[in-house]
């Protein structure tokens, strides 16, 4: 079979294999699968081996953990494993545990490394492909006073250019142009200057790959992948339905300076833009330049590292019919700039995003929703957690504390961390295995809980009323090299509040949200009246309310969309910082204009007064000015939990999702060490809602769910059913009161449900007002009719209608 034949008959497998494998197809009998959900969609833990490989101790854990509830692993390789990675001996034991798989129907994840992070094959990429390890990029600099004849040799490695910058008039001259034979020459002009040489060089720290460069990447997958299919390739699309990689960012290269030898030829193709005069500012303030530099410096390397390693792996877990997952490294810190990049676009050609959640409980919470996000932006079904891991003594409720947080906020398919082969030997408890005394005997009900739960997150799409700006924008202006330590970040911009921003939404304010990439805002999103809508195929959603966190920069091809969607009526919160620059070159006049049309001319931080308890008229921490078409933009310069919810509930009353005693202006009881937290699809033309108490108390309050719904209560604790206790309200238009989402005065509505009647409903929405009652560490899912009732999504159309994509069934 040749190579494209190959590729078009892994591309259809693969598409096979996605549909039906991945927690199996969406069936029609939601309600049958949740009291008995079938197996696929039980969890697959990661599987260390960490001891002498024996086939009747693999066949032996395999069935036991069949028994425990899981239905599948992924084999990770580890430390003490005999024989040796990648060996023929190696190979054969990993056949007999697919096999063995295989015959009781369960799937297996190729986990691509030994150890981790992936990208060095055990170490036999350094042996064999050398010039495929990672590069960096190395800056000699050089304090000059002119006028003097300066004649320097360069320093090893790939010269990329030499700049020179006037370090009073920040003025940048080109002179790669001067280097000749090993050494630049250059008449330096007056004054003060600083000559700065960049080469690219070997790092191969830990013998990882260049993560920048597609063929580099492909000789590890020549090394373990397709080590891999000839060994197994009856089984690849079948039994192995998908393939993992772990933590391979940039802070493993020194100073996180990861770079490639193509990287100006690929700019310039690209770009057609020449980047050596804009070297200087990945390590320097350039002056006016240094946003626009910097995004387009670091964005161009992030966009080769998503092409470079995640497409090259997703193409070929392609063409052999299996999916991709797999987790960055640090997804909680502020600014990834220096680790993968950028935490959304690292995910655009990976079919299932991941994040990892070790070492301690909730560790990871921030990044939950900037993951599961990019999932939505990207139009993915399913979020990967690897979850548990490192954490010593693990109390057994955490099993389901862990579960409750990551799935009310979008991640759907868990991976718990970990089956030792070797349990005298664990290096990162727990053992989760039917070996644990502790954790064993709670495996198979555990189990059960998470496959409800996979079953009904699984499908449909995501439904929020707020979209957040991801700021990557200015997280790029804000780093820079030589500072820090980019494991922890390297340099957090100061301004940069927005996994702050987004806690307080979904753990405090309680208002579900989606980041939004800037790339996703420009392709992918429009402005429809006071509505901006994120236009995918499946996950499409509509927004009412626009939060830019806080940012020195931003793309002006977003800040353009976001003030038309204010002049249209729509509502824009800012918070912390109003941004100053543009990602774009010669385009910061533009963007002050812009913000001082919306938010009107500086204060920027500190000149709204008032505090989290004194929201009122004079006091408010807020500014707001209005649009000609009833728009509201609102600045927030310190935000906290109270304020913030004040601005929301200024700007809308009837959100998707409210708890009534937030409503009233105090929040339900929350005990220590969990959350209140929950989440709205549309799945199978049913509205789920997954509400989740992770906390140490028990929670009695009512929720307000928009629109004229049949509910049933759902435990996926027990799979059983039953009628919830529920009441139709009719919220009118009272004196402050803005009952719709976005609506524009004097307009009236019209509302189409599931079963496509329409009726008017003037000034007004129905709400469904809900008793929610959690015990400690529990959960529950409130279930819409599929015939009856909707969520609607109350929008201002010229036609007066709503589509059944806002909110009806899909």
Known sequence: MSRESRRRFGVMTFVMAASIVFGGMARADLRDDFVNPPASYRTRPLWFWNGPLDPAETARMIERSLESGYSGFGILPAQGMTPGFMSPEFLQRYREAIDKAAQLGMKMCLY?????????????????????????LDMLALDVEGPKLLKQALPPGLL???????????????????????????????????IMLFTCV???????????????????????????????????????????FDEPTFHWVEGGRAWTGAFNREFLNRRGLDPVPYYPALWYDIGPETAAARNALFGFRAELYAEGFTKTLQDWCHEHGIALTGHQDQEEVVNPVGLCGDLIKCFQYQDIPGIDQIFQYGRASKAYKVVSSAAYNYDRRLVMTECYGGIKDMPVENLYKEAMDQFAKGINFMVPHAVWYDSANVIFPPELSYKSPVYGPALPDYNQYVARLQRMLQHGRHVADIAVLYPIATLQAGYHFGVGTPYTGGVIPPEADYMDVGEMLALEVRRDYTFLHPEVLDEKCSVDGPTLRLNNEVNHEAYCV????GSQAIHWSNLRKINEFYDRGGTVVATTQLPEHSAEFGEDQKVREAIAAMFGPPPRRSDAGGSEDAVGPGSRPYTVRTSAAGGKAYFLPRPTPGSLKAILDDAVSVYDVALEQDVAGHRPKVGRGGNLSYIHKVVEGRGVFFFANSSDTSVDCHVRIRGKLDLEQWN????????????????????????????????????????????????SAHVTRVRLVLPPVESRFLVSSATGGQSPRLEDHRTSTLSPRDGGPQ
């Open 202 to 244: 070997p790092d191969g720290a830990r013998g990882l790959v260049d993560y920048l460069d597609p063929e580099s990447v492909r000789k590890f997958i020549a090394l373990t992948y397709e080590k891999y299919y000839e060994k197994l390739p009856e089984h690849f699309g079948k039994t192995i339905d998908s393939a993992f």
């Open 546 to 549: 626009f939060i830019l966190p």
């Open 160 to 194: 990329m250019g030499a700049v020179a910058m006037n370090t009073g008039t920040r003025e940048r001259l080109n002179l790669t142009d001067r280097v000749r034979d090993g050494a630049l020459t250059w008449d330096v002009p007056a004054g003060p200057w600083k």
């Open 716 to 763: 996926p604790h027990t799979g059983e059913i039953a009628a919830a206790e529920s009441a139709h309200l009719a919220a009118g238009r009272g004196k402050g009161d803005r009952s719709n989402l976005c609506e524009a005065p004097g307009t009236d509505r019209r509302l189409v449900g599931p079963s496509r009647q329409i009726g008017h409903v003037p000034f």
């Open 112 to 136: 691509d490394e030994y150890w981790f992070p992936s990208g060095s094959a055990g170490g036999q990429l350094a042996e064999q492909y050398p010039e495929a390890l990672s590069k960096r």
